[in-house]
């Protein structure tokens, strides 16, 4: 039986890794290690609106015109690689608010393009904006939106080929994931999920200039500013907790496993004893102790391509930005 949407909807599927259990355990799992998965960070509509503005006001490929510009060169390199295809089917993997995406999708579809979008991201509010942004050039009906935990969905290969026609091309993009992720944990998830004949447009965030700590420490700014804070504050502000409990602080410290990366972290250290109560979980924060809420590793080139490469990519192309901030990477499986 075919299936039929309601007007003025949009039909979202929604791994279990996100079904109301998971989401519960993996929020538990946050408060007893004081470690938050990311995700949380972009639980509801209102944080959702808050990360959109501090993108806005602090992403590269918003404030920095050769940043935009790369973005544009890598569409065009994919595009061209899509030249015998009549049909693309674009995957947007942690999709965001889909800027990108949508651009991506635009181009192609100037170049006549049948086409169809999946925007896969662990927020139901980032996927709606993103599938409502790619509504001008994609019909709704070949709009699959995708909620899903990247880190834990099992069987995230299949599940992003179950919407995707067999003749199709696929694009699979990977766009300001990395900083975010232990790149020896996610990386394996990318690959089990981008199949031989696809392409993939990774980008990370950088340290620009040759001495890998004075950049990191350079690009600190970007995040140690109030529009980051009340994002990240929102989190612990939602569960009771008030902004005056504690400091949120920002250092750059050694990623943990001994890699020799270093990345741009937040904690917030509480000044006053605190009570989280899920349900019947009760999280008690003494004076002194801390969470970290947030972190984003910086890498340089040759640290993604070793990494890409070691994943079982082959890159094709890169493009950097002039400021050494920001870079994008085409790249294939290798087998």
Known sequence: MPTTTLPNTAA??????????????????????????????????????????LHRAYSPSQTDPDCAAIYESSFGAVAAACANSDRVHLI?????????????????????????YTPCDVSTSMVLVAYQSSLAVVPAADCHPLVC?????????????????????????????????EPQVILPRLAD????????LFSANLAPGADYHVGVEKVLPLYDNDLTRDWLLSFLVDLGVER??????????SCPAGSGLKRIAAYFDFHCPCL????????????????????????????????LEGAGFLVLDRW?????????????RKD
């Not at 299949?158 to 990395?178: N, Y």
């Not at 005056?244 to 410290?253: K, P, Q, T, W």
């Not at 972190?295 to 340089?300: A, G, I, L, N």
């Open 193 to 200: 999920a981008v199949r031989r004949d696809d392409h993939l």
């Open 12 to 53: 979202v599927a929604i791994h279990n890794s996100q079904w109301p259990e998971n989401v519960r355990r993996d929020l538990v799992q946050s408060l007893q290690s004081r470690i938050l998965n990311h995700k949380f960070l972009y639980d509801s509509v209102r944080q959702t609106q808050k990360w959109l503005a």
């Open 244 to 253: 005056d409990a504690g400091r949120l602080r920002f250092l750059v410290e």
């Open 149 to 181: 935990d990247l880190l834990s969905a099992a069987n995230l290969g299949e599940l992003l080929s179950l919407s995707v026609a067999p003749e199709a091309t696929r694009i699979v993009t990977f766009f300001g994931m990395i900083p975010n992720f």
């Open 92 to 116: 947007g993997l942690g999709c965001g608010g889909g800027r990108k995406d949508s651009r991506l999708l635009q181009l192609l579809h100037r170049d006549k393009k049948a086409l169809a």
């Open 276 to 307: 989280i109560a899920i349900e019947e979980e009760r999280f008690q924060f003494l004076v002194g102790e801390s969470i970290r809420l947030f972190f984003s590793y910086r890498h340089t080139p040759a640290n993604i391509c070793v990494l």
């Open 320 to 332: 950097i930005t002039q400021s050494e901030e920001e870079g994008v990477f085409l790249c294939r």
